[in-house]
């Protein structure tokens, strides 16, 4: 089974994935780490050497080449993936398709104190600037990410919660 993670930045796709991954002993992958490898260089330089459109075009490609060539394995997506081409109906038809639905608060504290540069969307962004950018970000994607199969809308947005949805 292919399960694949999807909400915003700072949701927890990356670091519940590695977890769910090695509980459920599954591969894991991170789209952006794979694309980072593929093409190899960093997320950061793709936007800034090619902007975002080309990047877009690069993670769609990434997506198809993972669907179909990976079996078993705990996929966490970038936050934008499923708001371009039809990322969601490839990842829904391929898989299972979990949305880490955590409010902008919580998300923005969280980035908040992350390395906003490994995020370009987020980079350089001022405390107030990272909390509307959440929260509005979040709104126009709400219709792309409530296309997934699953959704995890309750606190504690821990494996606890990914592992009950399937009974695991
Ligand atoms: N369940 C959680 N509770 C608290 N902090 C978390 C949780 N999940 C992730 N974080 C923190 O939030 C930040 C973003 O997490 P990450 O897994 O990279 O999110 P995503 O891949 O969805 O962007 C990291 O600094 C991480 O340590
Ligand atoms: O929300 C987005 O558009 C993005 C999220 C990032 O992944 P994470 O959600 O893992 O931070 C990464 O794909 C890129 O910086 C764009
Ligand atoms: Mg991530």
Redesign the pocket.
Known sequence: MLIFLI??????????GKELATELNYSFVDLDAFIEEKEGRTIAQIFEQEGQERFRKIEREALQTIVANYKNAIV?TG?GTPCFFDNMALMNAGGETIF?DVPAEFIAQ??S??DLSTRPLLAGKTQSELFSFVGETLAERRQFYAQAKHIVARPP??IDALLALFSL
Do not use: I, V
């Not at 909400?7 to 519940?16: C, D, H, N, P």
């Open positions: 909400g915003m930045m700072g949701s927890g796709k990356t670091t519940l966490a936050g880490l969280r980035l104190q992350s947005y821990t």
